[in-house]
T-cell receptor, first 111, second 114 residues
Framework: GENVEQHPSTLSVQEGDSAVIKCTYS??????FPWYKQELGKRPQLIID?????GEKKDQRIAVTLNKTAKHFSLHITETQPEDSAVYFC??????????FGTGTSLTVIP | DTAVSQTPKYLVTQMGNDKSIKCEQN?????MYWYKQDSKKFLKIMFS???????INETVPNRFSPKSPDKAHLNLHINSLELGDSAVYFC?????????????FGPGTRLTVL
């Protein structure tokens, strides 16, 4: 089965700096890679996703890159703000009915 | 209107009891899921249902059983609760399509087994 690894497990950045979270996956058949943000006590919510036919996708301050050859994908957050503080999860899917999540990254943005 | 809802939000019970958590989605999605999030925040998929058929049954104890009366509902029944079952349980839904699609999560049910 698929194995998704996520690093780092914790990340602290100064407000305004960039944050990068990296994930690797093992199953070359995986073709859909969503990122979720989970605030304390809340549900995970999709912030951005990428499919295997695309190398990069941006949405305002958030971007995701995918390297299929190396089987890794990354989340980039620029100009971080305190409200970006949360736990971020990457995931990989190959059929839509199996989602494998990374272990999460706790991001703290220091004002 | 809430897209994916769960009840109850909190559930405190004694070991050995049987309990159920309900989930409903009004998004017209064809697939629903149950996840367990433990104290370390790891999200593990437990089940998914597509058109009333169980697609995935991960290695969860058979004390856990999903029940789907219709496409909009996927309830989770847990028999003989154990201390290790304490966690937050999330329901989610999506459309199945080649390459996957966005999952929408419910608000979660915090289960505490005493």
């Amino acid at each position: 089965g698929e194995n998704v690894e996520q690093h780092p497990s914790t990340l602290s950045v100064q407000e305004g700096d960039s944050a990068v979270i990296k994930c690797t996956y093992s199953d070359s058949a995986s073709n859909y890679f969503p990122w979720y943000k989970q605030e304390l006590g809340k549900r995970p919510q999709l912030i951005i996703d990428i499919r295997s036919n695309v190398g990069e996708k941006k949405d305002q301050r958030i971007a995701v890159t995918l390297n299929k050859t190396a089987k890794h994908f990354s989340l980039h957050i620029t100009e971080t703000q305190p409200e970006d503080s949360a736990v971020y999860f990457c995931a990989a899917s190959n059929t839509g009915n199996q989602f494998y999540f990374g272990t999460g990254t706790s991001l703290t943005v220091i004002p | 209107d809430t897209a994916v809802s769960q009840t109850p939000k909190y559930l405190v019970t004694q070991m050995g009891n049987d309990k159920s958590i309900k989930c409903e989605q009004n998004l017209g999605h064809d697939t629903m899921y149950w996840y367990k999030q433990d104290s370390k925040k790891f999200l593990k998929i437990m089940f998914s249902y597509n058109n009333k058929e169980l697609i995935i049954n991960e290695t969860v104890p058979n004390r856990f059983s999903p029940k789907s009366p219709d496409k909009a509902h996927l309830n989770l029944h847990i028999n003989s609760l154990e201390l290790g079952d304490s966690a937050v349980y999330f329901c989610a839904s999506s459309h199945i399509r080649t390459g996957g699609d966005t999952q929408y999560f419910g608000p979660g049910t915090r289960l505490t087994v005493l």
